[in-house]
């Protein structure tokens, strides 16, 4: 791995994979925990059509993407809060408006687009010093959010409760699909718009198998999630594998370690029950 | 001094009407059960006294202020057992100090792990102080959420079918701690039952219930055929206090 880490393309590629693999886990534990898990594919494909329309209007396409995607985060939240609609099926909705206009807006180019399939299965070898810029200008964010941790895991845990105690949830709820939607955009580039909500959700779901405390559970996400950036970009290195699609497979590894020690430890309390 | 007045007060959830018209006055240090058939809207108008609900029309006021004016610490608020999320990854301490500083800690503090345990100790669940939600019953975990509100001391205790899930011993010393501590604190308390005698031997008051305000006023004025068969509905068979004093009823 020390010898990869003497070029220059895996030195930003391992930056931007642990910084955005550190900005999906961390959030993750909210997405898992609220039964959002298909938030993230949603936002995924309203960056599709941002990128889409960025590439139509011949722009910097994420820089298009951020707006947009928040944009439809936004508007998610906002109908959840005034319908009785379930989440999913609202992010449903979104998530096939987003993606068919993104399909339109490409259509409408009138040359083919090459650009267009490196942001739905990710580059992460062609990230650039403004891309790591940008992660690190979103991780800087996700720090100075920190102190909300306890806000929203009291509102995760129960929302009438935390609104009963005046924890401004309507608020964070917005708050939280801003930050989001904008993790959600800087992983594009590395992870594609196909395999973002793994990155989501996968070490968060591994982490809630064998914790019993929700701080834990969001230091082992983190910790999940850095750990297969890291070595999932070694062994896309080695064995020449596309890199978004080996960490998510060594994420799935962990996921099913953890449910092997759940499973485990279940087996061995029922056997001291009978005993 | 009113722990709680409501004048005319109204709620629509969505296109249905769940209170209608209600007056209310609780004097404080007052024990209130709260009686009504399923869909009445009992939980509903406690949501409007801790503030999660914002009434239609109407005035509400709770410490002679408007719900989301007052001190959270003043509120203990116990859920119904149904409502509650045994999936979230906590201890049962983490939850009573919730109780204490109306977020969710990170570590907790010897401090807090004292008061936690010293709330736990009140309700007699010590011995579940380090067990995680999900290996809880609802009626356990009732008990978590009753150590979480009084460990803040309220002022007004806000309880939705409190004793779901606890055996009769248990209920028994359930209503002897509720009684203890609204002695010592001069405690408003508000509670949901679906069972008339507990209503009848505890509640200073009854308020009979079912969108609209059928009765209010002490247990032998409002726990009669007429109010209860207003509430339940003409099949409903009340059982009536002299029975349940004589403890003659099934």
New interface residues.
Partial sequence: MLEALTLPFMQRALIAGLMVAFLASYYGVFVVQRGLGFLGNGLAHAAFGGVALGLLLGREPLMIAVPFTVAVSIAIIWVRHRTTLASDTVIGVFFAVSMAAGIIFLSLKKEYSADAFSYLFGSILAITDTDLKVSAGVVLLALLAQPLWGRWAYATFDRELAISDRVPVVLDEYLLGVLLSVTVVVAVKVVGIVLISAFLVIPAAAARLVVRRFATMTWLSILFGMSSAAFGLWGSYQLDLPSGATIVILQALIFLACLGILTLTRAIAAGRGKA | MHAVHTHNLSLFL?ESQALADISCCVREGEFVAILGPNGAGKSTFL?VL???LEPSSGNVLVFEKKP?EVD?AW?G?V?QAKT??R?????AT??VV?GL???????ISAADRTAALSALEMVGASHLADR?LSALSGGELQRIYLARSLARKPRLILLDEPATGIDTVGETDFYRLLARYRNEQNATILMITHNQEVASAHADRVMVLNRRLLGFGTPQETMCDECLQSAYGPAHHPLHLTDLRAGSHA
Avoid: M, Q, S
């Fill in positions: 969505g949501k801790l503030g999660v989301r959270p509120i608020y859920p509650l999320d999936n979230f990854p906590a201890l983490e939850l919730t500083h109306r977020t969710w800690r990170r570590r995680p």
